[in-house]
């Protein structure tokens, strides 16, 4: 009886009936692609793998979880515990001991206040990255003629920008990028928009953004891919998310934020009516201020032409003769005057020169005794070789021969 009720193709391994109770969950397929909202407990990250993992619980039940490192790094905000979250993932068993798990691979905060716990982690860490900064922001062109718009193919927003551009600036080409603007494709449809338009490079400015909506619909533009996608374009960007009470990360990321489409598209371009009204009073101004010069320089010219100078020309070349003839009688008397001084001074001079003169003391008939070489002799010591000497006179000079000195007491 017992081998009838324990044969042997009834009776499983642990393993085996593990394997078959994990073949079971693994084709349903609502345990393979499964919602479900709980509280986190016993919360434990690890550094080395990247791997969560955690408990999700109600008021009755609980569930053991793991996420993966490759969807964990796809969140933009801490768990921990406590946390209510919402998470999709798929049920299958843990071989080893033989229970059931949910292995999660999306997870949100649930609820508003779970929402804005995620807003503030994301918004501190990219603003610790510098993505908000202010200094790495690029100021808007003045005058663009081109145009890119990330937003809804279909929406309001769309119209709104599309509207006013054209408003304003008649001339200005528009490519629109389409994106979803809501729902879990709205990121990463969004952020490959904004880098399709940096590739294509013809736009000078763009606009991303949506119309108003609930925080739930506005929360693709809190992602951190839309966030790093605003960041990382190579073209100005102007973030026009909901209205202008509402705010997002996107706005922060932004080269400029406008409260609604329409601002954005008035940020965008000029308006090129009130440019040529403005060129048209700029040229009225110029004119006026070039009519006021000309009339201060012919009231200059009329005052000149009032001059006697114009009416009796003749009257002031007379005068201005007359002046330069005094000038140079004066001038000719004082060059005359300083010779005269000049003249009486060389006399002077001269007068005392020849005051001086040996040759004076000459004619009082005295002479000059020098030597052969020119000497002149001083004392009877030069001549007691008694040489020839040279006698000057004041008509000539003599050749004598000395043959005796005497030596004289005067001095």
């Not at 071989?95 to 929402?115: A, C, I, S």
């Not at 603003?127 to 062109?141: H, N, Q, S, T, V």
């Not at 904004?194 to 590739?199: G, K």
Request: proline content about 3%; hydrophobic content about 40%.
């Amino acid at each position: 009886m017992a081998e009838g009720l324990f044969s042997s193709n009834k009776i499983l391994t642990i393993s085996q009936l593990t394997a078959h109770v994990r073949g079971v969950l693994e084709r349903d397929r609502l345990l393979q692609s499964v919602w479900v909202r709980g509280e986190i407990s016993d919360f434990k990250f690890y550094q080395k793998s990247g791997h969560l993992y955690f408990n999700l619980k109600d008021e009755n039940s609980s569930v053991n979880c793991v996420m993966f490192r490759g969807n964990a790094r796809n969140i933009d905000f801490q768990p921990g515990d406590g946390l209510k979250v919402i998470a999709r993932g798929y049920i299958s068993i843990f071989e080893k001991y033989g229970r059931y798990q949910y292995y999660v691979e999306e997870m949100e905060p649930d609820g508003l206040g779970g929402l804005f716990l995620s807003l503030q982690q994301l918004k501190e860490r990219l603003e610790r990255e510098g993505l908000f900064d202010a200094k790495r922001k690029r100021p808007i062109p003045q005058f663009a003629d081109c145009l890119g718009i990330v937003t809804s193919g279909d929406g309001a927003a769309l119209r709104d920008i599309v509207r006013i551009v054209h408003q304003r600036h008649p001339g200005c080409h528009i490519v629109v990028a389409p994106a979803a603007v809501q729902g879990a494709e709205a990121p990463a449809e969004i952020a490959r928009s904004i880098e399709a338009l940096n590739q294509w490079g013809f736009p000078q400015v763009l606009i991303v953004g949506r119309g108003g909506g609930s925080i739930e619909d506005l929360w693709a533009f809190n992602t951190e891919q839309v966030v790093r996608a605003i960041a990382e374009s190579k073209i100005p960007v102007i973030s026009a998310v909901g209205h202008e009470v509402d705010f997002s990360l996107a706005d922060f990321a932004a080269d400029a934020r406008a409260a609604t489409p329409t601002q954005a598209g008035q940020l965008a371009v000029p308006d090129m009516i009130a440019c040529k009204e403005q060129l048209h009073d700029n040229w009225l101004r110029m004119c006026r201020a070039m009519e006021r010069y000309c009339n201060q320089k012919w009231a200059q010219v009329d005052y000149i032409k009032e001059r006697s100078i114009w009416k009796r020309p003749e009257a002031t070349i007379d005068a201005s003769r007359k002046e330069l003839q005094h000038m140079m009688q004066g001038m000719k008397a004082g060059i005359q005057n300083n010779i005269r001084i000049r003249e009486m001074m060389i006399n002077r001079l001269g007068m005392a020169l020849d005051t001086l003169s040996p040759l004076k003391v000459l004619e009082r008939g005295y002479v000059i005794a020098r030597l052969e070489n020119g000497t002149v002799v001083r004392s009877i010591k030069q001549v007691e070789d008694k040489p020839q000497l040279t006698l000057t006179v004041r008509d000539g000079e003599i050749q004598v021969q000395v043959k005796e000195t005497k030596a004289g007491e005067w001095k």
